[in-house]
């Protein structure tokens, strides 16, 4: 209110620490974004609505909605996307904050004017999303906790950056919720690459199927 004029002019020397605190506000409300999303995901109810999504548009949509800020940051994003649709079955709005959680995940361990690169790659069975960052990369030692809760990589290199160690936790548990897996290799020439596949037939449909089956051979024993 201060910044509009409505509470009168700004006193002289206040527009700096007032800045500042716009932005502690910013990654406090960010903060508490976060584990609120945490919390959901780690919930014994959580929930998917599954529906035919097709991806390459909802990467496309995904990446366009976090564009702005990437080059507001130095960040330029690049598709490599296949030409053929690829529809999966899916919770579109889980799928949304995993790809979101990723893009800004590359951004922030990324060096200032590099390039983040994301991809879509399938097999009979499954889809394949990737984000590749030129960021300090995740030793060997740490791949294996790298989506754990409030885990961090403890470095020098990291010190300085921002991050509440929620963001890839929820990435996998929304994956995994889903029946799919969550990887993160090396990138040749230096970075990470964070990826996750999804099944194009959902883990609940095949249960759905299974347990169909099951009721069929009730029946069918039952009417002998």
Not at 6 to 15: A, M
Not at 51 to 69: K, P, S, W, Y
Not at 198 to 211: G, K, N
Request: charged letters at 30%.
């Amino acid at each position: 209110m201060m910044e509009d004029g409505s509470l009168g002019v700004v006193p002289e020397g206040w527009t700096k620490p007032m800045d500042q605190l716009k932005v502690k506000v910013g990654e406090l409300n960010r903060l508490v974004h976060m584990m609120l999303e945490a919390s959901r995901a780690e919930g014994p109810t959580l929930k998917v609505n599954l529906e035919d999504i097709e991806m390459i548009a909802t990467v496309r949509h995904a990446v366009d909605a976090q564009r702005a800020d990437a080059e507001r940051a130095g960040h330029a994003l690049e598709l490599h996307l296949p030409k053929q649709e690829l529809t999966v079955r899916c919770d579109r709005d889980r799928l949304l904050v995993v790809l979101r959680n990723l893009f800004e995940n590359a951004v922030k361990y990324s060096p200032q004017a590099t390039r983040v690169d994301i991809g879509v790659a399938a097999d009979e069975s499954s889809v394949t999303v990737w984000v590749a960052d030129r960021g300090i990369g995740v030793p060997d030692a740490e791949k294996g906790r790298i989506f754990e809760q409030f885990h961090r990589v403890d470095s020098s290199d990291t010190a300085s950056i921002g991050g509440s160690g929620l963001g890839l936790f929820i990435v996998r548990q929304l994956v995994e919720v889903q029946g799919g897996k969550v990887g993160v290799a090396d990138r040749e020439g230096g970075g990470s690459v964070f990826s996750f596949t999804l099944p194009f037939e959902s883990r609940t449909d095949q249960e759905d199927d299974e347990a169909q089956g099951r009721r069929r051979n009730d029946f069918s024993l039952s009417g002998r």
